[in-house]
């Protein structure tokens, strides 16, 4: 197997899921992955130290939105449609917490961009604060900041904004992640 390919089976789907918790679309977030992929494909010679291939990949699909975000905004009349937002399921451990974690994720959906992606770099995607310092090229104090104000507002946001689903009912949409995509 080539080294492209391999790349591409270790980080497709955590850069799928970090593209779909910033655009909140499937559609866009697999064009913003395959987007990446191919500056790789152009770009990776570039790379020194092959150890940071993941960390270059996160931030190159993280500017690409970004751009893409701005283009939109600078080209369109209507404002920027981003989307529902998801994100995979944590292991049962019943029903009511499911549910808080669905909630939770669909109010990171909500929050400016400014917190959203590094609490979805941080939960989602298990990245450090230094990993997600280089992929948001902003110091690491600002993420340690803006995680901090992301949490106590997702916090205050579950508890003033309760869910209205059912609490024994728990709706999922397992072959988003499950698929593959190309």
């Known amino acids: ?8 089976d270790a980080h497709y789907e955590a850069l799928y899921r970090f593209g779909y918790s910033l655009s909140r679309s499937p559609d866009r977030a697999a064009d913003l992955v395959q987007e990446t992929f191919c500056i790789w494909a152009e770009k990776n010679a570039q790379l020194r130290d092959r150890s940071k291939a993941k960390t270059w990949l996160f931030t190159t699909l993280h500017r690409e939105f970004l751009g893409q975000r701005r283009k939109m905004a600078r080209f369109s009349d209507e404002p920027v449609d981003e989307g529902m937002m998801g994100a995979e399921e944590a292991p049962q451990e019943g029903a009511e917490r499911q549910m808080d974690g669905q909630r939770a994720v669909e109010l990171l959906g909500d929050m400016d961009e400014m917190y959203r992606a590094p609490l979805a770099l941080f939960y989602l995607q298990q990245h450090s604060y230094k990993e997600i310092a280089e ?3 902003v110091p690491i104090g600002t993420v340690m900041s803006r995680l901090s104000r992301g949490k106590e ?5 579950m508890v003033m904004e309760p869910s209205s689903g059912p609490k024994n009912l728990v709706e999922t949409n397992p072959e988003l992640f499950g698929k593959q995509h190309g």
């Open 1 to 8: 197997m080539s080294e492209f390919a391999e790349l591409v």
């Open 135 to 137: 992929i948001l090229d």
């Open 153 to 157: 507002m997702l916090r205050k946001k």
